[in-house]
């Protein structure tokens, strides 16, 4: 199988790739998300989308920024069912479906 090739300033969602680190087994990269945070992620998850941020800087609606779990309880939702819906629509969109 060919090998990806990944450089640096490259971006997958929030996040843009530093650098490759170190690390026994899948390819790893060290990224910066939108909000200033660093966080290493593998590859797979980068290229897939199942990474698209560092996780803590949350998603902006109404001019507030919560996290994905944050934003699932306070409308009554499981937070894997509005992962999902933010696969294929806005913050907005997904919570009206509640």
């Known amino acids: 199988m060919k090998r ?3 450089k640096p300033k490259q ?4 996040l843009k790739v530093i650098k490759e680190v170190e690390s026994s087994g899948k390819r790893h990269f060290l990224c910066e998300c939108t909000c200033g945070q660093k966080v290493t992620v593998r590859l797979g998850h980068l290229t897939s989308g199942h ?3 560092c996780g803590k800087c949350g ?3 109404q001019g507030k920024r919560k996290t994905v779990r944050e934003w699932a309880e306070i409308y009554g939702l499981k937070e894997s069912t509005l992962r999902a819906r ?3 629509m806005d913050i907005g969109e997904a919570l009206k479906r509640t």
């Open 4 to 6: 990806l090739e990944v």
């Open 11 to 14: 971006e997958f969602g929030y």
């Open 59 to 61: 998603v902006l609606f």
């Open 51 to 53: 990474s698209a941020s």
């Open 86 to 88: 933010l696969k294929v």
